[in-house]
């Protein structure tokens, strides 16, 4: 007797083939009847079934990603006090300069070193672009070393674009060491600028 599954030779009366495991017909009649298959477990799926399951993964994704996008725009409101603000608004050019043009807060002389003793005012400028309407520019000073930091008390709210300048002035000098100022767009750190003292 063969296995009509694998067509290995089997013992008479056998229940199970011994090379697949496959259950035997006990009559030989029956095995007669049913034609020799290789691997029937390998039968393709009709082929209408494939599109289907591509286009279910396909709004799956997408909607993954809308839940994601979502949750991201949630995110952003909690952490910003529950509201969404986005402004186009950026600093172009930024510098820390020890001479500014009064009229158009252009820098002078740029420099990111400042003489301990000479100097006495410390301007941080920036050209700042697409402004919408009434856009808050302010910065916050910082004495690495000791992390002490001082916002400055010049906001400006404007609805153009210009350079505009933030100044740090001490009549008796700086303190030695390394400082940081941040440039800010409506309350949000924009650009940050390095210099020190010596």
Not at 169 to 179: D, I, K, L
Request: net charge positive; with cysteine.
């Amino acid at each position: 007797m063969f296995c009509p599954k694998c067509g290995v030779k089997t013992e008479d009366g056998a229940r199970f083939c011994t090379g697949c495991g496959a259950p035997l017909a006990v009559n030989p009649a029956d095995v007669i009847k049913q034609p020799f298959q290789q691997n029937p477990s390998q039968e393709s799926p009709p082929p209408s079934s494939e599109p289907r399951s591509k286009k279910k993964k396909g709004c799956l994704i997408a909607a993954g990603v809308a839940a994601f996008l979502l949750l991201v725009l949630i995110v952003l409101a909690i952490m910003n006090g529950g509201e969404i603000s986005f402004t186009t608004a950026h600093f172009s050019e930024a510098y820390m300069a020890s001479e500014i043009n009064p009229e158009t807060s252009e820098p002078v002389v740029k420099t990111e070193v400042f003489p301990k003793r000479s100097t006495t005012k410390i301007y941080a400028v920036a050209l700042v672009k697409n402004i919408p309407g009434d856009t808050k520019l302010s910065a916050v000073w910082y004495h690495i070393p000791t992390g002490s930091s001082l916002r400055t008390e010049n906001d400006v709210v404007t609805d153009k674009d210009m350079w505009v300048n933030f100044n740090l002035t001490n009549p008796r000098g700086f303190v030695a060491g390394e400082y940081k100022v941040d440039l800010m767009i409506n309350g949000k750190v924009e650009k940050t600028l390095h210099f020190r003292v010596e």
